[in-house]
């Protein structure tokens, strides 16, 4: 090979060097253009997670997530100083094994403590989001709390079933004597659906991952006994 080749050769190598150099010089500077715009979006995740779990109880416009205007109140004390707040499934055996203690409130606390029932249908449940449609059907023509006592005490009958129960919901509002083509209207109309499923989306913001789930004045609480509930709204009434 004659000197020229030689010295050409060195060229082209020379020449492909710089030009692996300027592709990593290149790699490196788009990596950390990644880098910092990765950095960046992990701050302002950050900033909307903080913001978010600052403010659990509140949604659009401020209001509530816990009681909503159109919430169902099982009774109201003229204070409203305390409230108690049960996130509920009418397919669920815990919140069917809690019903005749939140009775026994009731009566306990008749005027003193306003109550408010909310809905979460488990998905496990094949009947919990049918028992609180049908529900909300019976609401519609002010029959909430009938329908609502008949859903706990006839659980035994259609809570274990493995099929669709709307059947024996129908019988229920028909046996309430309700208006039974309002009442399949109702049943069927997607914005009692979605009245259901804004309940669910309110308890999912607040942590509600099971039920019952019991609030208390906007805390959590978990009373393992009558006792314990008693002594935490007694509690709460003596702030």
């Known amino acids: 090979m004659s000197q020229q080749d030689r010295a050409q050769a060195r060229r082209t190598k020379i020449e492909a060097i710089r030009a692996d150099d300027r592709r990593e010089a290149t790699r490196r500077k788009n990596a950390v253009i990644s880098l910092s715009v990765a950095g960046v979006f992990v701050v302002v995740l950050a900033v909307m997670l903080a913001v978010n779990t600052s403010r659990p109880d ?10 909503r205007p159109d919430s169902h109140r099982l009774q109201v004390a003229p204070d409203g100083k305390v409230t108690l707040v ?35 249908p488990l998905a496990a449940h094949i009947n ?5 449609r049908a529900v909300e059907a019976a609401a519609q023509q002010g ?9 706990y005490e006839t659980q035994d009958h259609w ?12 019988g229920y509002a028909k046996g309430l004597g ?6 399949n209207k109702a049943y069927d109309d997607p914005a009692t659906l979605a009245r259901v499923q804004k ?6 913001a607040l942590g509600v991952q099971g039920t019952p789930t019991f609030f208390l004045n906007g805390t959590k609480i978990q009373p393992r006994s009558e006792d314990e509930f008693t002594a935490a709204i007694d ?3 003596a702030r």
């Open 143 to 151: 029959h909430f709390e009938a329908m609502y006592r008949l859903m």
């Open 58 to 67: 509140t949604g659009a416009a401020g209001e509530s997530r816990l009681v």
């Open 86 to 120: 049960e996130f509920l499934d009418f397919q669920c055996a815990g919140c069917k094994a809690h019903y005749p203690v939140i009775e026994r409130l009731r009566r306990k606390y008749a005027g003193k403590i306003t109550l408010v029932v909310r809905h979460f």
């Open 235 to 237: 509690a709460a009434l």
């Open 159 to 170: 809570g274990r079933q493995q099929r669709s129960a709307e059947g024996v919901f129908r």
């Open 178 to 183: 309700l208006d039974m083509n309002a009442w």
């Open 128 to 132: 919990a989001m049918p028992a609180a």
């Open 199 to 204: 309940d669910a989306a309110d308890g999912e």
